[in-house]
């Protein structure tokens, strides 16, 4: 397996092929989005989940990195991106897109949004972050920022004006960097993302705890776009959903921090929906 990268545009694009005779896109290439839901710092991981995938559909893979929901969205609606693993507020929002497969742990389909602080600060409670710099990833990501706020919206608490000051750090990668730093003095992360840095005992983890957790919530999916072929869509659902059954799978399923992929349908993110729809939602 060859790898490459380049950009094109404003797009990060690594090339994992199992032939890999020219840098072009071929007509059977399938192009994987990767927005903030995982560690894009894991390179390495991300490379050993499309070499999997590439060499069981017998394609070149074409991961994809974008620097928003709203731009990974248009680009899987448009069709320029076949997959992408979006933020499920950013599925629950636009109009109806395949789900491919959903990352499980313990507690099946779901994750949580933690509230991350240094391991030598006293905090026991979120209250006490009150006038305190705090840290989202952005305005679009559910466990980055939307979830939170809610919480604390149901509460009697506006999250912009509890903490001070806010900053927004673009990904759950960068909020940790900016916890671990001391520029702020708590953050809201993916828990799937911090259980993935985790599995790669990442040193930025071991100066940080989880103050708090909301959820469950449902988690993360990989979507299709609407005109990838249905046999194409099959095939790669079946090579997801099979992972957990052999043990290259099962390594990189543990690197990611998850037990398999499950199959659900768009009724699993009504709750989010609902969450989105209130008169809380930030």
């Not at 940790?176 to 003095?185: E, H, N, Q, R, S």
Request: glycine letters at 6%; proline letters at 6%; a negative charge.
């Amino acid at each position: 397996m060859r790898i490459l990268i380049r950009c094109l545009g404003a797009w990060l694009v690594l090339v994992v092929s199992t032939t890999a005779p020219a840098l072009h896109l071929s007509d059977n290439s399938v192009r994987f989005g990767f927005t903030a839901v995982v560690s894009r710092s894991d390179i390495d991981t991300i490379t050993q989940l499309l070499g999997y995938i590439s060499e069981r559909l017998d394609r070149d893979l074409w991961p994809v990195f974008t620097s928003s929901q709203d731009e990974m969205n248009r680009l899987v609606l448009s069709g320029a991106v076949d997959l992408a693993w979006i933020d499920p507020a950013g599925f629950a929002t636009e109009r109806p897109m395949p789900i491919v497969a959903v990352p499980s742990r313990e507690e099946g389909p779901y994750y949580y949004s933690y509230i991350i602080v240094r391991s030598d600060h006293d905090f026991t409670e979120l209250a006490e972050l009150q006038g305190r710099p705090f840290a989202f990833s952005n305005l679009q990501s559910f466990s980055g920022a939307l979830a939170p706020s809610y919480e604390m919206a149901l509460n009697g608490q506006l999250a912009n004006r509890f903490f001070r000051p806010v900053i927004y750090t673009d990904d759950h990668d960068n909020t940790i960097k900016a916890v671990a730093g001391g520029f702020v003095d708590g953050g809201s992360i993916s828990s799937l993302v911090f259980h993935q840095l985790e599995s790669r005992a990442s040193g930025l983890l071991n100066s940080l705890r989880v103050l708090e957790r909301f959820g469950p919530y449902p988690a993360p999916p990989i979507v299709a776009s609407p005109s990838l072929q249905n046999d194409v869509l099959s095939e790669i659902r079946l090579i997801l959903l099979s992972m957990h059954d052999d043990d290259e799978g099962r390594a990189i399923l543990n690197r990611l921090a998850i037990h398999q992929f499950d199959s659900v349908d768009r009724n699993h993110y009504r709750p989010i929906k609902d969450i989105l729809d209130s008169s809380a939602a930030p």
